[in-house]
C-alpha cells in the first residue's frame, strides 16, 4: 500500500505554536495542504475528520503514556494545533 493508499497527516510546522494566531497559521496551512494534496490525507471529509479529532482526544492520554508523559488538564495552543493535525490522519 503506498502513502496516498493509506493517507498521511498535514504537512504542517508545529515548532513553536503558542498562540491563537499561530493556531490560524496552522490551520491555513493545513487547508494549503488539504487543496494541494486532497487525496493523501486519511480524513478526507468532514465527518471523517472530526471523528478522527474526537478520536485524538479521546486517545490523548494513551498518546501521552507511550511518550512516558502525562497528558495536561488544560489544554495549550500547541495542543490544540497538535490535535488539528492528528486529525487529519487519526484512524
Known sequence: MTDAQA??????DL??????????????TMI????????????????SFLDGLAAAIEGLDQTYAERGEVAPSQPSWQLIAELLVAASGYE
Open 32 to 47: 494549503n495542504d488539504f487543496r494541494k494534496n486532497p487525496d493523501a490525507w486519511e480524513n478526507t471529509t468532514l465527518d
Open 15 to 28: 515548532e513553536g505554536v503558542v498562540s491563537r494566531d499561530d493556531v490560524v497559521d496552522v490551520l491555513r
Open 7 to 12: 493517507g498521511r497527516l498535514a504537512q504542517v
